[in-house]
């Protein structure tokens, strides 16, 4: 068959860029995959000091340091991607539209504040921004970099969980990792639901295995019950996907295999593994105490309805000076309405977005992405996850929300790119 010159030169440089992407987002993902690993350098063993535990576990400068390196690495490969694809800023602006009000939200929950040194959160953050709206910005395909970003965070948190397991940091049987267990906890939960874009059945497998017994050491159950959200998330937009036939009989097997367990082994799930008769963190504790922090976390916010206590702080105005256990709560308190408006607008934005877009074409990296969101929606009830800048689970949700609020237009797009084909191609993907 003929084909054109232009055509013909195109080519070889179509499949340059699919790799370019690829390498992308594999160092993307990599550079979200590192935070644990501070962790395990720089914190203490917590089991050594007996039930003492939390307090051994804070974080000290030198891990704030350790994980102010790693936030501040994420901009070489992305200024990188920038360089050799180019970028259109247009592809960010529904995601720059969506995050604006609670980006304002946060210095404006400061104003009350004396101390000045809170800023610091906002360079951060308005930091995590731009790193965001950049790599949604380059010009690349949408599947190659996202499919490479979520393979790369799922290997890179494997090979921390395996470290996490042999260090074997326990108290009282409940493996702690020398941070709180239900970090470790979003972690094995991140990697499970970032496997459904990969493409290696073996490696899947394995990496499936070993978030399990993670999160069974850990006894983490909120991440246990978000897990299962996103899974059956995952399985109705399955039931989309061109091969549906192969996955109904998947599910259904593993739904059989489900129903099996919990009859076989009730006692373990609801004794070991929930801990439902433990009487300091079973039925009848509210929710280990967590219905005490709720209503404090409101009170907070009540008396600072419009623009909070400030960013993080209003852990310092809890009785027990812990975090109030609920991401929506968490972001009342701190931000007041405006800021909470911010962040429902931004998350669930992204959320509902991510649904429509895997309902519409059920691609593995499309459904991975909606069932994350939604696992980390379900969360967020009980656990005080969010916007923060410091760990794998949150900076993954910024980055996967920010990709889903990308957008692709018409036009001539802003092309760095030295390589006369590679501006071709650029272009070429900013038309679609």
């Not at 992308?24 to 535990?53: E, H, N």
């Not at 295999?257 to 009859?263: I, N, Q, R, T, Y």
């Not at 929930?274 to 709720?294: E, I, K, Q, V």
Request: charged residues 10%; hydrophobic residues 55%.
């Amino acid at each position: 068959m003929y084909q054109s010159a232009a055509a013909s030169e195109l080519v070889p440089a179509a499949r340059a860029a699919r790799w370019n992407a690829t390498r992308l987002g594999t160092a993307v993902g990599v550079w979200i995959g590192l935070y644990p690993f501070a962790d395990l350098a720089v914190r203490p063993k917590i089991g050594v000091f007996g039930g003492a535990g939390y307090m051994a576990g804070q974080t000290s400068p030198v891990l704030a340091m350790a994980q102010l390196a790693i936030l501040l690495l994420g901009i070489f490969p992305i200024l990188a991607g920038v360089v050799i694809l180019g970028v259109d800023f247009r592809r960010a602006k529904f995601f720059a539209a969506s995050i604006f009000l609670f980006a304002l939200s946060i210095p404006l929950s400061y104003l009350s504040m004396s101390d000045l040194s809170c800023f610091n959160f906002v360079v951060l953050i308005d930091y995590t921004i731009a790193c965001a709206i950049l790599l949604v910005s380059t010009n690349v395909d949408r599947e190659p970099l996202i499919r490479a970003l979520l393979s790369a965070v799922a290997l890179t948190l494997g090979v921390a969980m395996v470290a996490v397991l042999i260090d074997q940091d326990v108290v009282w049987g409940r493996l702690m990792g020398r941070t709180a267990p239900d970090y470790w906890g979003h972690l094995a939960l991140s990697t499970i639901l970032a496997t459904l874009a990969m493409r290696g059945r073996v490696v899947r497998i394995l990496l499936i295995a070993l978030s399990l017994t993670v999160m069974a050491s850990t006894q983490s159950r909120s991440d246990i019950v978000s897990l299962a959200a996103g899974l059956s998330v995952a399985a109705v937009l399955f039931t989309r996907h061109p091969r549906v036939h192969r996955w109904v009989w998947i599910w259904f097997a593993a739904a059989l295999g489900l129903v099996a367990a919990f009859g076989l082994g009730m006692n373990f799930i609801s004794n070991d593994l929930f801990r439902l008769s433990d009487p300091f963190r079973g039925a009848g504790t509210g929710f280990t105490g967590r219905s005490d922090l709720w209503r404090e976390t409101w009170e907070i916010f009540a008396s600072h309805p419009w623009l909070g206590v400030g960013y993080g702080q209003h852990a310092f105005h809890l009785s027990t000076l812990i975090a109030g256990h609920n991401a929506y709560l968490a972001a009342l308190a701190d931000t007041g309405i405006v800021g909470f408006l911010g962040y429902m607008i931004f998350f669930l934005g992204a959320l509902c977005r991510s649904l429509l877009q895997a309902w519409k074409e059920p691609t593995g990296d499309r459904i991975a992405i909606a069932a994350f969101l939604s696992a980390f929606a379900v969360i967020g009830l009980v656990e005080p996850t969010g916007f923060h800048t410091g760990n794998s689970f949150s900076m993954l949700t910024i980055f996967v929300a920010a990709w889903v609020w990308r957008t692709d237009h018409a036009g001539p797009a802003w092309i760095f790119a030295p390589d006369r084909q590679m501006r071709g191609v650029a272009v070429a993907a900013g038309s679609r």
